[in-house]
C-alpha cells in the first residue's frame, strides 16, 4: 500500500529538548515536504526536498531543520522547540514539487 | 495580495443532496489546482486535480470546476454521504517561480443524516 508514515503520531515536549519527527515514504517519489497546520492559517510548507541530499527552506522555515538522507526519508528536526511550534504536522511526498498527492497521518505536537 | 480562501467555513447539507464547496484565488500565475478532503485526525487525501487549460473535470461523484475570468474554483460533490463529512481545501500551484502549493484555510462539510 502506497502510504507515507509519520512517527510519533502525539508528542509533548519541553521548551529546549531536541526532538525529531520522522517520515518515510515507499513510493520512490523524489519530493517531499513538511508542513504545518495551524488554525485559520491552513497548510504551511517548512521544507521541502527535490531529491536526496537537495533540500530548501520551505514558508515558515525559522526553528526547524531537514536531512534527505535517503529517498524515502526525511526527518524533521527541532534543535530547541518552543512553545510557538505546538502545530500539527504533516509530512508529504510526489512525484514532483507542487503535485503533493500523499500526506502522512500528522503528528501533533505541544511544547510547554 | 496574492491569497487562497474560501467562501464558507462551514457547510451543511442533507444526506442524498449535491454539495458545491467554493474556493476563490488571486493568483492569476496559477495554472494547477488540487482539491483535498481532511477527515478528523487524519492527514489531507488527494481527490481531484484540474489544469489551467482545462474549465471541468470529473472523477467518482465529484466534479471541479474552474472559471478562470473570475478566478473561482469549485468543488462538487454529487448525493452527498455522511462519509463525505470532512474539512475541504483548495490548494493552487503557481506557474512561476517555485511550484510550491498554496492552501487554503478550508471548508468544514457537515453531512445531515
Known amino acids: 500500500e502506497a502510504q507515507v508514515t509519520q512517527n510519533p503520531r502525539y508528542l509533548i515536549t519541553v521548551t529546549g529538548k531536541k526532538l525529531t519527527v520522522t517520515c518515510s515514504q515507499n513510493m520512490n517519489h523524489e519530493y517531499m515536504s513538511w508542513y504545518r497546520q495551524d488554525p485559520g492559517l491552513g497548510l504551511r510548507q517548512i521544507y521541502y526536498?527535490?531529491?536526496?541530499?537537495?533540500?530548501d527552506k520551505g514558508d515558515v522555515p525559522e526553528g526547524y531543520k531537514v536531512s534527505r538522507k535517503e529517498k524515502r526519508n526525511f526527518p524533521l528536526i527541532l534543535e530547541s522547540p518552543s512553545p510557538n511550534q505546538t502545530s500539527l504536522y504533516f509530512c508529504a511526498s510526489s512525484t514532483q514539487e507542487g503535485t503533493e498527492a500523499f500526506f502522512g497521518q500528522g503528528t501533533r505536537l505541544t511544547v510547554v | 495580495g496574492e491569497s487562497v480562501g474560501l467562501h464558507l467555513p462551514t457547510l451543511s447539507v442533507q444526506e442524498g443532496d449535491n454539495s458545491i464547496i467554493n474556493c476563490a484565488y488571486s493568483?492569476?500565475?496559477?495554472?494547477?489546482f488540487i482539491w483535498y478532503k481532511q477527515e478528523s485526525g487524519k492527514g489531507p487525501q488527494f481527490i481531484i486535480d484540474i489544469r489551467s487549460n482545462m474549465d471541468k473535470r470529473q472523477g467518482q461523484r465529484v466534479t471541479v470546476l474552474l472559471n478562470k475570468t473570475v478566478k473561482h474554483l469549485s468543488l462538487q460533490i454529487a448525493a452527498t454521504q455522511p462519509g463525505d463529512s470532512a474539512v475541504y481545501f483548495c490548494?493552487?500551484?503557481?506557474?512561476?517561480?517555485?511550484?510550491?502549493?498554496?492552501f487554503g484555510s478550508g471548508t468544514r462539510l457537515q453531512v445531515q443524516p
Open positions: 490548494a493552487e500551484n503557481r506557474r512561476t517561480g517555485r511550484r510550491a502549493l498554496t
Open positions: 526536498s527535490m531529491n536526496v541530499e537537495v533540500t
Open positions: 493568483n492569476s500565475a496559477s495554472d494547477y
